[in-house]
């Protein structure tokens, strides 16, 4: 078994420290202790990563898709046999259940077995020409070296889902991986290293300045594409500091995901799908539930079954057996979600369960369910972040639609009902790119993941995942 708990970045298949050779430490959420530090990386190692990906991108691109999809079938088995290894750092660094963390993992990989098979169907065409003394054809070449900013949520999974593609396709990539989760980075690294992947065909800069790495991964002139998972407002930034030299973009940004229960559905059922969508990873995911629309008609069933269900999760360190409920992040997270409880409740909310911290620790946040919410509050406009319920109520399926869609954000949305024709009638009028219909978990290598509105543009994973990071060629042959 390989040593996966590194303190070096990634660079031309080098392990290096920061120029200047400062460190920032990398905390464990549950404990407060840190558990490595890792290289605090500035522009200059930012520039030649870049020069690296962009150097090692002319034999690479050229190589088969055969055999990038060999050295991807040997690194996704290389993290499949280090899961147990990776799910525990993945625990470590980030405070997830390890039931989680080990699903992350394997979700995670799949994206490379995924994205390996398609490398070998990425086909042109041959187009009917428009006169006799044409012949049309259209061939797919890789986009050239691509900038991965990968969010702390997920810190396997988002890698890999932005990282397989591209080298399926033959790009080269740079990633910045999040500050507070940097080690699953390095881990995915090294296992890809040795699985045979090429010296900079994958470059990790690790940093505690995002700003001053992102600054030169978004605008640098060889890298031609940049694909982000993270909020909505650096989404924006990103596609300003992308525009000067015209990158192909795919931003997976934020969402604030209704999920509609009307009279009809299988109460039993929508729990089930209500605690898994809001209190996964302590509801920090971009597709978990952010506001609940409950019929009024089996309101109080549906809020009688979900408090129980809520009361029975518990709270701990991942690590540890039975945790359904992991820390927050960090203080930052903490403090955003204590205020938004208070702020909702002074508001007018009512506080059916939690509102507070656990006394397991100070990231911890009690799961806690807000009833009588109404749209005047602010919490119902904000993305969560953290494990809250904030239940509405509705009468009508016209106007749950309107409230539905009243938010600039458009990722995920969940409705459950047993009426097929209100099923298609939901699914067109819902302005959201992923729709869980009498489902609550959405996320699949094979389907498409993205949104529309302010939630990003793109999709990953699914046969659409590796377009973004190919250009269509046009051939107009005269002969
Ligand atoms: C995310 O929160 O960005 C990803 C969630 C998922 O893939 O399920």
Not at 7 to 24: F, H, M, P, Q, T
Not at 53 to 70: C, I, L, M, V
Request: glycine residues 8%; charged residues 20%; proline residues 4%.
């Amino acid at each position: 078994m390989a040593d996966l708990v590194l303190s070096r970045g990634l660079i031309n298949g080098e392990w290096i420290e920061a120029i200047d050779g400062k460190y920032v430490d990398v905390i464990n959420p549950s404990t407060g202790q840190v558990i490595t530090s890792v290289p605090d990386m500035g522009e200059k190692e930012s520039e030649a990563a870049v020069m690296a990906a962009y150097n090692a991108f002319q034999d690479w691109r050229s190589t088969t898709a055969k055999y990038r999809a060999g050295l991807m079938k040997k690194w996704f088995d290389l993290i499949v046999e280090h899961a147990d290894q990776l799910a525990k750092l993945l625990t470590t660094e980030q405070g997830k259940p390890y039931k989680e963390a080990y699903g992350e993992v394997l979700y995670g990989a799949s994206f490379i077995e995924w994205f390996a098979e398609e490398a070998k169907r990425v086909y042109g065409d041959v187009i009917p020409a428009a006169n006799p003394h044409n012949r049309y054809m259209t061939m797919k070449q890789p986009i050239g070296v691509v900038t991965a900013i990968t969010p702390w949520n997920f810190p396997v999974a988002m890698i890999t889902r932005k990282v397989g593609p591209a080298l399926a396709a033959g790009c080269t990539v740079v990633i910045k991986p999040g500050e507070d989760t940097p080690l699953c980075a390095l881990a995915m690294a090294k296992l890809a290293e040795l699985a045979g992947i090429p010296n900079g065909v994958i470059n990790v800069v690790t940093t505690a300045r995002p700003s001053v790495v992102g600054n030169v991964l978004c605008s640098h002139p060889l890298v031609r594409k940049v694909s982000f998972t993270g909020s909505t407002a650096v989404g924006k930034l990103i596609l300003r500091q992308a525009a000067d030299t015209v990158k192909k973009v795919s931003l997976e940004l934020g969402g604030n995901a209704p999920f509609i229960v009307f009279d009809d559905a299988d109460i039993d059922k929508a729990v089930l799908g209500a605690v898994i969508s809001k209190y996964r990873n302590a509801g920090q995911t971009c597709v978990c539930t952010n506001r609940f629309y409950i019929h009024e008609k089996v309101y109080d069933e549906f809020m009688d079954k979900f408090t129980r269900a809520v009361q029975a999760l518990s709270i701990g360190d991942g690590l540890h057996d039975g945790t359904d409920i992991g820390p927050l992040i960090n203080q930052k997270a903490m403090d955003k979600v204590s205020a938004l409880v208070t702020t909702a409740i002074e508001q007018g909310a009512t506080l059916v369960l939690g509102g507070e911290c656990s006394e397991y620790g100070r990231q911890f946040y009690k799961p806690t369910i807000l009833a009588d919410v109404t749209e005047n509050m602010a919490i119902a406009h904000e993305e969560l972040f953290g494990p809250i319920a904030t239940v509405f109520r509705f009468r009508d399926e016209e106007d749950v639609i309107r409230r539905a869609n009243d938010t600039p954000y458009g990722l995920a949305a969940y409705f459950y009902t047993r009426d097929h024709a209100k099923v298609w009638r939901m699914s067109e009028a819902l302005e959201y790119g992923i729709l869980g219909i009498n489902e609550g978990i959405i996320s699949t290598e094979v389907a498409p993941f993205g949104g529309v509105k302010e939630s990003g543009s793109g999709r990953e994973g699914s046969k659409y995942g590796i377009d973004d990071y190919l250009e269509i060629k046009y051939l107009c042959h005269g002969i």
